[in-house]
């Protein structure tokens, strides 16, 4: 497996501080590995395994520990010495009822540096933000970038050809043990994948809010993975829902529903800006998959349909890479995508290709009706990379392996 060195850079300067580690994203991403590598560090830091603590609370071992009090009195039995600094790492810390306020007596009752991991970000931070303000700092945690899929395979002694490996990676996406243990089983990574949705629909979905009408949400998703990166409008979606459902739906309950999956950090929602106005648009959002490859395993087409699966890849790089996003609008023309992050603003259009002039124009005339001049950008699968009119157009393995823009 390799090193999830982009966060431990993040992490590693606050080891041995007393503020809790929160490490959010969906299941199955990476984070209880992540969580090992972390312990990885603090053992060659020179701390010993004695005064580190780890608990998986998925695991049949620590089913005992459901609430609070039982792992107040775990964790109290364990620090055997209040004089010494001990390290906490849990793992889906979800699990245990009242987590929140077992977390908050122990960073004020013994020397510890927690570091927790959870599927659920809204609980995560909501809790938290209640019980410890100013105590904590979440890291969102995603499936594999393109980069480290390069990565594993080359420490696993495979050829690596960049053009198959990025059609395999549009096709199946980033989750971790696809990549690390499945490999060329292409019914093995749709089995997993479906295998991995289900828990996520059953664990941080079905679980965790009250859904009363289970096939409507389950048609709702199904509607959002099958249409990544169009236009969101309720109206539509609940015609949809209405055709397929035979039963209508309110407003409300459609965006609970996409909000229950948000927290489960399975979508991201994407609001439209306003370029020349500087306003954030309210209506015609767009949802993108936290990994593309479930849409392969639950509604197939990725091939098909790149343009869309290239549009969620650009996204979640961007994502990846600590940009804030929207949509962005300019009269009539749509910028795919408005990145800011530390003071600079950059604009990308996403287009499979743009071999023909009424693409091309399509494609480089929203970004030529921008007059400021922060750097511009148009993502392709074609060959040629070339500069026009001072927009930069890059392929699409140079945009996600090299760090020029990070």
Request: glycine letters at 6%; hydrophobic letters at 35%; proline letters at 1%.
């Given at each position: ?67 609070k ?22 793992d889906?810390?979800?699990?245990v ?29 909501g ?21 480290e ?7 696993k002694g ?137 849409r392969?395993a ?38 795919d ?18 071999n ?51």
């Amino acid at each position: 497996m390799i090193k999830r060195e982009q966060y431990l850079e993040e992490i590693r300067p606050l080891i041995g501080k007393k503020i809790i580690k929160v490490l959010t994203g969906i299941r199955r991403c990476g984070k209880s590995t992540l969580l090992k590598q972390i312990k990885d560090e603090l053992i060659e830091m020179g701390i010993s395994e004695e005064n580190i603590l780890e608990i998986n609370f998925d695991s049949m071992h620590y089913q005992d520990i459901s609430n609070k009090d039982d792992l107040t009195e775990y964790v109290s039995n364990f620090i055997k010495n209040s004089n010494e600094k001990y390290y906490l790492l849990f793992d889906e810390i979800q699990n245990v009822e009242g987590w929140e306020r077992s977390l908050s007596g122990f960073i004020v009752d013994f020397d510890v540096d927690i570091y927790v991991t959870g599927s659920n970000a809204k609980l995560l931070s909501g809790e938290l933000a209640t019980f410890l303000t100013g105590r904590y700092m979440a890291f969102d945690i995603y499936p594999f970038s393109f980069k480290e899929v390069i990565e594993i395979n080359e420490q696993k002694g495979n050829t690596v050809e960049l053009n198959k490996l990025f059609d395999d990676y549009l096709k199946w996406g980033g989750m971790p043990f696809i990549h690390d243990v499945i490999e060329n089983q292409d019914n093995q990574k749709k089995r997993y994948l479906h295998d991995v949705y289900n828990s996520i629909v059953y664990e941080d979905v079905l679980k965790r809010a009250n859904v009363s009408r289970i096939d409507l949400m389950d048609k709702l998703i199904r509607f959002v993975i099958m249409n990544v990166g169009h236009h969101f409008s309720v109206k539509s979606v609940s015609d949809y829902l209405k055709t397929r459902a035979k039963r209508h739906s309110k407003r409300e309950t459609i965006y609970n529903y996409l909000t229950y999956f948000e927290n489960a950090c399975f979508i991201n929602r994407v609001r439209r800006e306003n370029i020349m106005g500087k306003g954030i648009l309210k209506t015609n959002e767009k949802f993108y998959l936290t990994d593309h490859g479930f849409r392969q395993a639950i509604y197939g087409h990725n091939k098909r349909d790149a343009q869309l699966i290239l549009e969620n890849i650009v996204y979640m790089e961007l994502i990846r890479r600590g940009y804030e996003v929207t949509i962005g609008n300019v009269g009539k023309k749509e910028i795919d995508f408005v990145a800011k992050k530390n003071g600079l603003k950059r604009y990308f259009q996403v287009s499979y290709e743009v071999n023909q002039e009424s693409t091309r124009d399509r494609e480089f005339g929203p970004l030529l009706k921008i007059n400021d001049n922060y750097p511009k950008y148009l993502i392709t699968k074609d060959d040629n990379e070339y500069d026009y009119e001072g927009i930069e157009k890059k392929h699409i393995i140079n945009f996600l392996i090299e760090d020029w823009w990070d």
